[in-house]
């Protein structure tokens, strides 16, 4: 059959195409023997001071310590030892809200920072990557409404992050990394509205849209298996510009049990996995 390409048999198609190997001679190579520990201590305190009756401010702080060790044993990719790589991190953290309580519901603004800490990849040897820390501000409303059948929440937010997070994959083995990369920022707004249309039937539907989610700077150097990344400006990946969900719970009571049940439909717009 060779130059003809209208019969194909186990793959096989043509001059020159290829082979694939049936499932029992499939080679399966160890990638990784990576012996890892972790350590994570953290001193926390909030204080909680009203105002008045319908006003109050909440401040908290967090002071964390984190060490990461990882070793790694010789395997097909990497033939031989690497010793005990240790790096530690430590990082302060805050929240800061404001709260004010109406008849209606609660409007709240808040100001937080937080952090995922850094670390090394178990799978690859190479050097650590550093924590992500996310600056959070966000202007909210909570409602209850028709005597508290109903509830309308929104927000709007702003998100700057700090050496964020992303996986890039290894172009000559297929393995997973983890990096960071330097600044990013997320803005939107957040719905959400649930409503209870009888005794056993709640509605719940919410919508999240994101005006701004790209790669303010991302620019990660070539390295062993790595391709560089030049990232700056891009959508960050697995953030959809638009969001949006509907369900229906039911629970129905009778004198022998009860039944419940929930129906659900979903949208994204669509995400960048990498």
Do not use: C
């Amino acid at each position: 059959n060779e130059g003809d390409d209208s019969s194909k048999i186990n793959g096989v198609a043509g001059k020159g195409a290829q082979t694939f190997l049936p499932a029992s001679q499939l080679l399966i190579i160890p990638v990784g023997d990576a012996d890892w520990e972790s350590k994570s201590n953290a001193v926390f305190g909030e204080v909680v001071y009203s105002f008045a009756d319908d006003f109050k401010v909440t401040a908290g702080l967090r002071q964390t310590w984190e060490e990461f060790s990882v070793a790694f044993g010789p395997t097909a990719l990497v033939p031989a030892a690497i010793p005990e790589d240790t790096v530690k991190f430590k990082e302060l953290t805050y929240r800061l809200v404001a709260d004010y309580t109406t008849d209606w519901g609660l409007l709240y603004a808040s100001h937080s920072k937080g952090f995922v800490s850094g670390g090394f990849n178990a799978q690859n040897p190479g050097p650590a990557y550093d924590p992500e820390t996310l600056i959070s501000n966000e202007i909210g409303v909570k409602t209850d409404l028709w005597s508290g059948r109903a509830r309308l929440n929104g927000a709007v937010f702003d998100y700057s992050y700090q050496d964020i997070h992303a996986q890039t994959i290894n172009s000559q083995t297929g393995l997973t990394n983890l990096v960071a990369g330097d600044e990013a920022t997320v803005q939107g707004t957040d719905l959400e509205f649930n409503v209870a249309l009888s005794k056993s039937l709640t509605f719940n539907t919410g919508l999240t849209y994101l005006f701004e989610r790209k790669y303010d700077k991302f620019d990660i150097p070539e390295r062993a298996g790595y391709s560089a990344i030049h990232a700056s400006g891009n959508l960050i990946a697995g953030a959809p510009e638009l969001t949006a969900l509907m369900g229906l719970d039911s629970d129905w009571k009778f004198d022998a049990g009860r039944i419940t049940s929930h129906i659900n439909a979903s949208y994204n717009s669509g995400v960048f996995f990498d």
